[in-house]
């Protein structure tokens, strides 16, 4: 059974329970298919809600890639990448295969481009985060509309940005680089250019894909690392913002954040170290609140996410747990925030 208010209906829902006046009249009976005349009459006679069959949204997020593409594309990039040894590079090649085959699985994805995804917070693996920064930027240079092979060469430098990490012996799972020791930040922070360095030579990689690996910790105002750089290709812009979120949400040379919190860094830092255009179009397709997460109200009730809606990253579905007095909600009372305007999500229950 789900409760709605009657300014939510549109019509075409079937009634679950009667609808009854003050001195108990039907008004409406069970299993009516409600109208959206019957809509205005109830307005009428200031009936607020009524509880209807549900058939809203199921608990079911949205992913960039399905889990079992993402674990074979970690499995082909772990197995390459844990064979590597420095500047011995020929099979490190394969991996321009896997590069067009993320993006052409987010290609061949219907409404890729219009869609809000569900990107949740996970323990740190060098590997999963090589493949999310990936798909991540592929999905920002679709929205950029910028020409396929840029969108490859700017793919194959995510699936190698990280490479340089495997010449470190300074811890950084979970670990903040502020709060290594001088030492330890020095050498993590030369991981671009072993990276770069290891693959320079190599003339199968593109030059836009090796400035990828070299400049994913640089910011547009110069303060990041290693060349404190302030002029960046429009593709190491995109890979520097994703790779950033990424790291945030998983924990790499940082304490693993929340979702939202990642998205509320970006929005501080956009047009002082990550480029605001790139940062605006990310906006639009993470969802702020991922499906299944649990939320508060600004009232105090506790919700579950069940849906997003598209360019509204921040107003999804959800479904009431417990009402702003702490008691636990029998019926299915679900609220589209989108046309629930007064009510607002204030965090986020771990």
């Known amino acids: 059974m789900k409760c709605v208010q009657v300014e939510q209906l549109q019509g075409g829902e079937i009634l679950e329970k009667d609808i009854l006046t003050e001195d108990f009249q039907i008004i409406l009976s069970a299993g009516a298919i409600i109208k959206k005349d019957y809509i205005k009459k109830l307005v009428e006679l200031k009936v607020k809600q009524v509880y209807i069959k549900p058939v809203g949204p199921s608990l079911q997020a949205i992913s960039l890639l399905k889990k079992e593409t993402e674990e074979i594309y970690k499995s082909k990039l772990k197995n390459i990448m844990e064979k590597h040894i420095y ?103 030369k991981h671009p250019v072993y990276g770069y360095t290891a693959l320079k030579e190599e003339d199968w990689i593109s030059t836009t894909s090796k400035n990828v690996i070299l400049c994913h910790h640089e910011h547009i105002d110069g303060s990041g690392y290693p060349l404190h750089a302030v002029s960046l290709s429009v593709e190491s812009k995109i890979v520097c913002a994703c790779n950033k979120f990424d790291e945030l949400i998983s924990g790499i040379g940082c304490k693993r954040i929340k979702v939202y919190e990642a998205i509320e860094f970006l929005k501080v830092y956009a047009n002082q170290w990550y480029d605001k255009e790139v940062v605006r179009i990310m906006l639009q397709f993470l969802a702020m609140y991922p499906v299944g997460s649990k939320v508060v109200t600004d009232d105090g009730s506790i919700a579950l996410v069940v849906g997003q809606n598209n360019s509204f990253t921040d107003r999804p579905t959800i479904k009431l747990l417990k009402d702003k007095e702490g008691k636990i909600v029998e019926d299915e009372v679900i609220y589209n925030l989108m046309e629930m305007r007064n009510i607002i999500i204030v965090s986020v229950v771990d």
């Open 87 to 189: 500047q011995h590079n020929e099979e490190l090649m394969e991996l321009c295969i896997t590069a067009e085959s993320i993006i052409n699985t987010l290609l061949n994805e219907e409404k890729v481009v219009e869609q809000v995804y569900d990107i949740k917070e996970r323990n740190a693996d060098i590997y999963e985060h090589s493949i999310s920064v990936c798909t991540l930027s592929t999905l920002v240079g679709l929205r950029m509309k910028l020409e396929q092979e840029r969108i490859l060469e700017m793919g194959i430098g995510c699936l190698l940005h990280d490479i340089g990490l495997r010449y470190l012996t300074v811890p950084y799972d979970n670990y903040p680089v502020d709060d290594m020791s001088e030492i330890e930040q020095a050498e993590y922070k």
